[in-house]
């Protein structure tokens, strides 16, 4: 825990069924564009920087194991990850096995200078740092979606009502845009589609929808049927394979940062007397039926200005921040999302 911010700690509140509604799961997953999920990690430095990898695969006979970086200097953060870095020793006794355009280690006499490299251990599979820029990333075995407003008006409802029981602030989202905090899906088709224990340094609301699934909360097994709810904070969480034949579920996901406002409304909902609990007032123009029509031309212009790519959003929205610091850091760096999620992770 000594990566994350001590503010960060939620008490988990756990609502049964507040959103269940007959053939919902089935409309948000036939209403939206899915993208396929892809593997990142972040890793901090000695001087105590963050940066942010995609993470490559070994191809050697199917096995699909991360490749490791050496040399790496760098603490991968994450439950049960170690506190110290691996230290492997680098050597130059291999050949890369993709031999890309602009390969630098095209044969076992090529010097390997200060170049560094990757490596499978359980298949001695190596790729030199070239050719693994030019690598595909790893995906997951689930899918991912932001919530564009109007794409699925379901989802819109669901969203809205979400913001309005727990209080959270005004999405703000253009009609055909996304909100200023994070509001993503998770989407597991079948039991094998899975997500590894890992924490944020921010809040989460999660709502669950389709087939019962668990949800690990530290060392708690949440079990979370259609339609319920639950909100914590740094916890480590994750969703652990189930049997290959169980029906999909999707996770309507709600982070932002710490608001002892939200924790209120939580308790409330479970029906607890929670003394000076108000709900907060709604913006007006942010939920009235107006906004929910196509905006004018000065709010297109305004959110769409810069189109990135979803996916890039998507994998910075998962450090923690919010789109307008997204969208700045894409803005300053080309798009290149790399070098934004360094900039925002200050590296």
């Not at 050697?60 to 492997?88: E, F, M």
């Not at 409330?268 to 609990?277: K, M, T």
Request: glycine share 8%; aromatic share 8%.
């Amino acid at each position: 825990m000594e990566h994350w911010k001590a503010d960060g700690f939620c008490e988990v509140r756990y609502l049964k069924h507040r959103y269940h509604k007959d053939g919902l799961y089935e409309t948000i997953v036939q209403g939206v564009d899915w993208q396929q999920d892809k593997v990142w990690r972040v890793h901090k430095e000695v001087d105590g920087n963050r940066n942010l990898r995609a993470v490559k695969q070994c191809e050697q006979d199917g096995c699909g194991r991360s490749l490791q970086r050496v040399p790496d200097s760098s603490v991968k953060i994450g439950p049960g990850d170690a506190a110290v870095s691996k230290g492997t020793r680098p050597h130059s006794e291999w050949r890369c096995q993709k031999q890309l355009d602009g390969c630098v280690k095209c044969a076992v006499e090529t010097p390997l200078g200060q170049n560094c490299y990757w490596w499978c251990p359980k298949h001695k599979w190596y790729v030199c740092q070239e050719c693994q820029k030019n690598m595909p990333d790893k995906p997951t075995s689930k899918h991912i979606r932001g919530w564009f407003r109007g794409e699925c008006h379901a989802l819109d409802d669901l969203v809205m009502k979400v913001v309005d029981d727990f209080n959270l602030p005004d999405p703000q989202a253009p009609y055909g845009g996304t909100a200023r905090y994070t509001i993503k899906m998770n989407w597991y088709p079948d039991g094998m589609a899975q997500v590894t224990d890992h924490r944020h340094d921010i809040w989460t609301i999660l709502v669950s929808l389709g087939s019962p699934r668990v949800l690990n909360v530290d060392h708690a097994r949440v079990l979370m049927g259609d339609g319920d709810a639950i909100l914590f904070g740094t916890q480590k969480h994750g969703v652990p394979v189930a049997s290959p034949a169980q029906g999909g579920r999707l996770s309507l996901v709600f982070m932002f940062q710490p608001d002892a406002q939200i924790e209120r409304a939580a308790l409330h909902l479970a029906g607890r007397v929670v003394p000076g609990f108000k709900p907060r007032q709604a913006s007006q123009e942010g939920l009235s039926d107006l906004a929910w029509a196509p905006q004018g031309q000065q709010g297109d212009e305004q959110w769409n200005e810069e189109q990135w790519n979803e996916e890039d959003i998507s994998s910075l929205y998962a450090l923690g921040f919010e789109l307008a610091e997204v969208q700045q850091a894409l803005i300053a760096c080309d798009g290149d999302v790399a070098s934004a999620a360094n900039l925002l992770l200050g590296v």
